[in-house]
């Protein structure tokens, strides 16, 4: 049987040693002995060990990497060039704070970074002094803040942990699957990482709303000379409405009431000449939705065709059924036309791009 991945592993930032670990332990495993124990399972174990072990040098990688980079001073100042946004009158550098970040393969490496501070003006931390109180302080690392590892975890590790909270049946099953690859975490923070993955996610789409209306959004011409299919379909979610009034004795809790309600969805991608997605770095594939109204997810169409550069499309074809919602349009933003491109026919250009 595979041996259970450990709580925490502590990088020993040299690479050579890794290097040897990891050749040390997978030749043991290459080794075919036994032949006549072997089956399915003793296949299955080796795999698995195998998988375990290049997890925990992918991490020990990337852990030297880290220790790298917060040990340039360039770096060091790019970040905190880069963070200016989030200082305050009243921030200034506060020393060095030690914080440890956890990687691929439950590999922990600790960084001694820059730390800064937004305090309180001089007369409140004068009272404050007084009334023996300490003055109070918020602040932060720029270096993870420029890297987005204020959570202690590098962005692919929490973009496993909230895709997997998020897909998952529940956050059990979830934590199951993280720990298969190598994300060893309490139940708890993956709940809480989920959730605030999401809120992150709709706080950056807000943003670009703002600025789509403010005229000021960027666009990225991705779509430029390209054929892109516009696909839009309702889904169907189960939401909890807490009820109201006293708590039940034996559960101490006021219960629920589950109600169904259609999120608007929206997929953005590109074809082929052939008719086939094209899957590429380059041309990412853009997924979304809502459950506002139908005016409120236009808008976030809107900005993603903005954004992505629909003005410099090829051809553009609209996939939906016939919901209402779907063509509750007027005939300034949109007009309907026919394109000879695979079996899909019926196509709505935003013709105002």
């Known amino acids: 049987m595979p041996t259970p991945m450990t709580k925490k592993i502590y990088s020993n ?40 072990a290049a997890l925990i040098l992918a991490g020990e990688c990337i852990s030297l990497l880290l220790h790298n980079l917060a040990q340039s001073q360039e770096v060091l100042l790019t970040a905190m060039n880069q963070t200016q946004g989030w200082w305050h009158q009243t921030t200034r550098k506060h020393g060095y704070k030690t914080r440890q970040i956890i990687t691929l393969g439950n590999v922990e490496v600790t960084l001694k970074l820059p730390y800064v501070v937004a305090s309180q003006n001089q007369v409140d931390v004068v009272q404050d002094k007084k009334q023996n109180q300490k003055p109070i302080n918020t602040g932060f690392c720029p270096f993870l803040r420029w890297l987005g590892m204020e959570e202690g975890l590098t962005p ?49 789409r807000n ?29 169907r979610t189960r939401i909890r409405i807490p009820k109201k009034g006293r708590r039940r004795a034996s559960s101490n809790r006021r219960g629920f009431t589950g109600e169904w309600v259609e ?8 074809v082929n000449e ?33 954004r992505l550069g629909i003005s410099q499309a090829k051809q553009v074809l609209f996939i939906a059924d016939g919901a209402e919602w779907k063509w509750m349009t007027d005939s300034s933003t949109f007009r309907t036309v026919r394109l000879p491109i695979g079996n899909l026919s019926i196509i709505r250009f935003l013709s105002r791009y």
């Open 13 to 52: 930032i040299d690479l050579t040693k890794s290097l040897n670990d990891f050749q040390r332990k997978v030749t043991k495993l290459l080794e075919v002995t036994n032949i006549k124990e072997w089956n399915g399972q003793t296949f299955k174990a080796h795999e698995q060990n195998i998988r375990k």
């Open 156 to 204: 692919s590790v929490w973009s496993h942990i909230a895709q997997y909270g998020a897909i998952g049946g529940s956050f059990e099953s979830a934590r199951k699957i993280l720990i298969d690859w190598g994300i060893d975490i309490s139940l708890k923070r993956i709940e809480r990482l989920t959730y605030e993955f999401g809120k992150t996610g709709i706080n950056l």
């Open 207 to 235: 943003k670009k709303l703002i600025n789509l209306q403010e005229g000021s959004l960027s666009t990225d011409n991705i779509l430029k000379d390209q054929r892109v299919v516009i696909a839009v379909d309702g889904g």
């Open 263 to 270: 999120p608007k969805l929206l997929t953005i991608y590109v």
């Open 274 to 306: 052939q008719g086939k997605k094209v899957k590429t770095s380059d041309i990412p594939i853009t997924n979304d939705g809502t459950y506002q109204g139908y005016q409120g997810f236009l808008q976030i169409l809107e900005m993603h065709l903005v």
